[in-house]
């Protein structure tokens, strides 16, 4: 899923400071950022308190309107938000740079603003904690490497191995992080398939990465013929 | 035009056991500090490496710092990492570095830039240093660039790679260099050996490969005068091996420029007794002017003459 993380306080005040408005709108995220615990219904909750009280120490009357719909990147869901966004004067979002950016192209005559940072794509390795597995390159290779990706989690997305920097499992960038080619050595290993990380891999063609320029899917079933 | 060719092949081919060092580039434009440093080296060497931007600090281009430093009569060994350019940089690199007369190229991946001055960088790691080696392996030997384009004048370079025997893990790192060798290295310079027992235990795996037999290895050899720069080496320096008995010695040395040159020495002579091992690399960091005074006393001086 998206991975986000809820911008510090200070910051999104300092957003708000440069907005004239007296009637703020906080939109959450059903999905991907409410399992980041960064932008579902509670943390809209939480940070409508905080924002509450920032209004009032600076002696500013700010009415907070709440809504969490389940998913911003879709319109159908965002058309439920219509009373709430005409009353407000600013919209806040809670949802990743895809749902930001969806409200703002739902709602043109309005100021939408990113309460959160879009992390990565990640999965649920702890409790309370995520970690990247997937870059979105647009052309997986996990059959190539049997279920570890070396562009996601190599620092550097060496196809080949690793580099000279791997020590004791960990990376050169920093010892909290896991060296990818550990893991795929380990992995291939354990299948006994060492033999899928001998051969040459080809430099990847990054056409259907950010390197063909911004992306569409398009499913064709839904067109007919 | 008399063709040029790389002096440093010729000296392998001829058998000699090759003497290599490493020149910092400045963070500035000046040349004369190319010129000095090369002028020290001359003839104490046999082939010069400029380092890409080494450890993600920007300093002048290694192709450009090779050039100054050839025109004072040194053969060089240029640099080029993965990390700051993509296949359409580095293979312009290649035809501009050859058309500049230089001969031989050291293919790496490179330091990430978390190591440098400019932490927000964006890395590009295009290719990776088995896909660089094989670039430079096609331009040089088929005159194709990597998009097959054919060239009329294709660039000549030596075609070397890093092998590092204290990285993890040991046998993927095995399988890239054998991968090295398939996409066409033909000389590895190692990562610098303090841990001498592992260096040989390593050489004994290359032997078994037969690695030594389809390129020539040779030695990393880092003096230090310093138990500060062994400490960090060990504990922040990406891939290397500093035993704590290393760090002790230095320690209890009085004279410590002393016992680094004896150290380096040392090392040098038993890499020499390795099989396979055809050549050093010296690379003295923030110490290139010892680099004359360990080929002198490691017995390496006067350099054989090359035809």
Redesign the interface.
């Given at each position: 899923m998206i991975v986000g993380e809820q911008k510090n306080i200070d910051e999104i005040a300092a957003m708000l400071e440069k907005e004239d408005f007296d009637n703020l709108l906080i939109t959450g995220c059903g999905t991907c950022v409410t399992v980041s615990m960064a932008g579902g219904e509670r943390e809209v909750n939480a940070l409508a308190e905080i924002l509450q009280a920032y209004f009032a120490s600076k002696n500013k009357n700010v009415k907070i309107q709440k809504a969490t719909v389940k998913r911003q990147c879709d319109f159908e869901f965002l058309d439920d938000l219509e009373n709430e966004v005409d009353s407000t004067g600013l919209v806040l979002s809670l949802g990743c740079g895809v749902g930001v950016q969806h409200l703002a192209e739902r709602f043109p005559d309005k100021v939408v603003l990113p309460g959160l940072n879009t992390s990565f794509y990640g999965a649920v390795t702890n409790t309370g904690e995520l970690a990247e597995r997937c870059i979105g390159c647009g052309n997986c290779v996990l059959d190539e490497y049997h279920g570890v990706c070396p562009i996601a989690r190599c620092?550097?997305?060496?196809?080949?191995?690793?580099?000279?920097?791997?020590?004791?499992?960990k990376c050169?960038?920093?010892p909290e992080i896991d060296?990818g080619?550990?893991l795929i050595?380990?992995r291939v290993k354990r299948l006994n398939k060492?033999e899928v990380?001998?051969g040459?891999?080809?430099?990847k063609d990054?056409q259907t990465y950010r390197d063909g320029g911004p992306r569409k899917h398009v499913n064709k079933e839904y067109f007919g013929n | 035009m008399p063709e040029i060719k790389s002096l440093l092949k010729k000296r392998l081919e001829a058998g000699q056991f090759v003497v290599c060092s490493e020149l910092g580039p400045p963070i500035g434009a000046d040349p004369e500090f190319i010129r000095e440093k090369a002028r020290r080296l001359k003839g104490y060497v046999d082939a010069t490496n400029v380092t890409d931007n080494q450890t993600a600090i920007v300093r002048m281009s290694s192709i450009a710092a090779a050039r100054i430093a050839a025109d004072e009569g040194l053969e060089m060994i240029i640099q080029v990492t993965a990390r700051d350019r993509n296949r359409i940089g580095i293979q312009s690199d290649i035809l501009g570095a050859s058309s500049l007369g230089l001969r031989n190229v050291l293919c790496l991946t490179g330091d990430h830039q978390v190591f440098g001055m400019d932490k927000g960088a964006k890395n590009v790691f295009d290719l990776d240093s088995v896909q660089l080696i094989k670039t430079v392996h096609d331009m040089v030997h088929e005159g194709v660039l990597l998009n097959g384009k054919e060239m009329e004048v294709p660039p000549q370079m030596f075609i070397g790679g890093a092998a590092n025997p204290f990285a993890d893990p040991f046998e993927m790192q095995m399988l890239k260099m054998i991968k090295k060798v398939e996409a066409g290295v033909e000389f590895f310079q190692t990562q610098a050996i303090y841990n001498i027992e592992k260096f040989e235990y390593w050489m004994e795996e290359v032997r078994k490969l037969g690695l030594h037999k389809k390129s020539y290895i040779l030695a990393g050899i880092l003096p230090t005068r310093s138990v500060k720069a062994l400490k960090m080496m060990k504990k922040h320096v990406a891939g290397m091996d500093v035993p704590d008995e290393v760090i002790a010695r230095m320690e209890a040395a009085g004279d410590k420029k002393k016992e680094g040159v004896k150290m380096a020495v040392e090392t040098i002579e038993r890499v020499k007794q390795i099989e396979g091992v055809r050549g050093v690399h010296l690379m003295p960091v923030a110490w290139e002017e010892i680099t004359p005074v360990v080929v002198e006393e490691a017995g390496l001086y006067p350099r054989p003459e090359v035809e």
């Amino acid at each position: 899923m998206i991975v986000g993380e809820q911008k510090n306080i200070d910051e999104i005040a300092a957003m708000l400071e440069k907005e004239d408005f007296d009637n703020l709108l906080i939109t959450g995220c059903g999905t991907c950022v409410t399992v980041s615990m960064a932008g579902g219904e509670r943390e809209v909750n939480a940070l409508a308190e905080i924002l509450q009280a920032y209004f009032a120490s600076k002696n500013k009357n700010v009415k907070i309107q709440k809504a969490t719909v389940k998913r911003q990147c879709d319109f159908e869901f965002l058309d439920d938000l219509e009373n709430e966004v005409d009353s407000t004067g600013l919209v806040l979002s809670l949802g990743c740079g895809v749902g930001v950016q969806h409200l703002a192209e739902r709602f043109p005559d309005k100021v939408v603003l990113p309460g959160l940072n879009t992390s990565f794509y990640g999965a649920v390795t702890n409790t309370g904690e995520l970690a990247e597995r997937c870059i979105g390159c647009g052309n997986c290779v996990l059959d190539e490497y049997h279920g570890v990706c070396p562009i996601a989690r190599c620092s550097k997305s060496l196809l080949n191995g690793p580099c000279g920097g791997s020590q004791d499992g960990k990376c050169e960038v920093d010892p909290e992080i896991d060296c990818g080619w550990q893991l795929i050595y380990d992995r291939v290993k354990r299948l006994n398939k060492l033999e899928v990380v001998t051969g040459y891999h080809e430099p990847k063609d990054w056409q259907t990465y950010r390197d063909g320029g911004p992306r569409k899917h398009v499913n064709k079933e839904y067109f007919g013929n | 035009m008399p063709e040029i060719k790389s002096l440093l092949k010729k000296r392998l081919e001829a058998g000699q056991f090759v003497v290599c060092s490493e020149l910092g580039p400045p963070i500035g434009a000046d040349p004369e500090f190319i010129r000095e440093k090369a002028r020290r080296l001359k003839g104490y060497v046999d082939a010069t490496n400029v380092t890409d931007n080494q450890t993600a600090i920007v300093r002048m281009s290694s192709i450009a710092a090779a050039r100054i430093a050839a025109d004072e009569g040194l053969e060089m060994i240029i640099q080029v990492t993965a990390r700051d350019r993509n296949r359409i940089g580095i293979q312009s690199d290649i035809l501009g570095a050859s058309s500049l007369g230089l001969r031989n190229v050291l293919c790496l991946t490179g330091d990430h830039q978390v190591f440098g001055m400019d932490k927000g960088a964006k890395n590009v790691f295009d290719l990776d240093s088995v896909q660089l080696i094989k670039t430079v392996h096609d331009m040089v030997h088929e005159g194709v660039l990597l998009n097959g384009k054919e060239m009329e004048v294709p660039p000549q370079m030596f075609i070397g790679g890093a092998a590092n025997p204290f990285a993890d893990p040991f046998e993927m790192q095995m399988l890239k260099m054998i991968k090295k060798v398939e996409a066409g290295v033909e000389f590895f310079q190692t990562q610098a050996i303090y841990n001498i027992e592992k260096f040989e235990y390593w050489m004994e795996e290359v032997r078994k490969l037969g690695l030594h037999k389809k390129s020539y290895i040779l030695a990393g050899i880092l003096p230090t005068r310093s138990v500060k720069a062994l400490k960090m080496m060990k504990k922040h320096v990406a891939g290397m091996d500093v035993p704590d008995e290393v760090i002790a010695r230095m320690e209890a040395a009085g004279d410590k420029k002393k016992e680094g040159v004896k150290m380096a020495v040392e090392t040098i002579e038993r890499v020499k007794q390795i099989e396979g091992v055809r050549g050093v690399h010296l690379m003295p960091v923030a110490w290139e002017e010892i680099t004359p005074v360990v080929v002198e006393e490691a017995g390496l001086y006067p350099r054989p003459e090359v035809e």
